[in-house]
């Protein structure tokens, strides 16, 4: 009973020859890095977009004219006319020659005193002025007309010298006023404009400083 005992545990450890056992671990055997595939390239599928660039004209020279209402002092209001040529040095300064023409109305005395002709202006009633300016466009934009139409546009100041002819005598003029422009293509600008012509005068028998106010509507085309 003992040595049954005493052989019971050496029987855990025992194994017979023919029991079935696992082949032993073996390390795998180091791949071949010259043999190795190439690392494959995956390539997005992305739907790319058809992009349409602007064409927008590099010309500097622009040429137009303006129609427009001009207030002269005591001679009443009155349409006026005329053309500018500019020349656009950069995106932001230009220089602009311009000329127009008005005709004066009656003054305070002649209407009210009808037939009376004090400035001897008889039926000659025309008001010629030319200037040259310097302007600088600031806040460039866009200004959308519904859904689908944007049209470039940018506000401008400008300011110069000249002259104003009426009544057989030129008055040296300073000039400056401010505008709005806008760009239905890439040819052609249409813009609202105001500006102040300032000369002394000494036609009422005094010299005065004189405003006259002018607004108007120019259309114009770049070369």
């Known amino acids: 009973m003992l040595a049954a005992t005493t052989?019971?545990?050496?029987?855990?450890?025992?194994?017979?020859?023919?029991?079935?056992?696992?082949?032993p671990a073996t390390e795998p055997a180091p791949a071949d890095a010259d043999n190795a595939p190439p690392p494959r390239v995956i390539e997005p599928e992305v739907e790319r977009r058809k992009i349409k660039v602007a064409k927008i004209?590099?010309?500097?020279?622009?040429?137009g004219g303006f129609y427009g209402v001009m207030s002269v002092d005591d001679?009443?209001?009155?349409?006026?006319?005329g053309a500018t040529l500019t020349y656009h040095v950069?995106?932001?300064f230009f220089f602009r020659a311009e000329g127009g023409q008005t005709k004066l109305g009656m003054?305070?005395?002649?209407?009210?005193?009808?037939?009376?002709?004090?400035?001897?202006l008889g039926t000659d009633r025309r008001l010629?002025?030319?200037?040259?300016s310097i302007g600088y466009n600031f806040l460039p934009g866009e200004v959308f007309i519904g859904r689908n139409l944007a049209?470039?546009?940018?506000?401008?100041?400008?300011?110069?010298?000249?002259?104003?002819k009426f009544a057989d005598d030129e008055r040296f003029?300073?000039?400056?006023?401010?505008?709005?422009?806008?760009?239905?293509?890439?040819?052609?600008?249409?813009?609202?404009?105001?500006?102040?012509?300032?000369?002394?005068?000494?036609?009422?028998?005094?010299?005065e400083l004189v405003n006259n106010l002018e607004a108007r509507l120019g259309l114009t085309v770049f070369f």
């Open 151 to 164: 049209m470039n546009s940018a506000f401008y100041v400008l300011g110069g010298v000249g002259s104003t």
């Open 75 to 81: 001679f009443g209001s009155n349409p006026v006319y």
């Open 7 to 23: 052989a019971l545990p050496g029987c855990a450890s025992f194994r017979w020859p023919w029991h079935d056992e696992p082949p």
């Open 107 to 120: 003054t305070s005395f002649e209407i009210l005193n009808p037939g009376s002709d004090p400035l001897n």
């Open 57 to 63: 004209d590099q010309e500097n020279i622009e040429v």
């Open 173 to 207: 003029t300073l000039n400056f006023g401010a505008g709005y422009r806008i760009l239905p293509t890439d040819w052609l600008a249409v813009s609202i404009e105001v500006q102040d012509r300032v000369y002394e005068s000494d036609i009422f028998g005094k010299n």
């Open 128 to 132: 010629t002025y030319y200037g040259l």
């Open 90 to 92: 950069t995106e932001d």
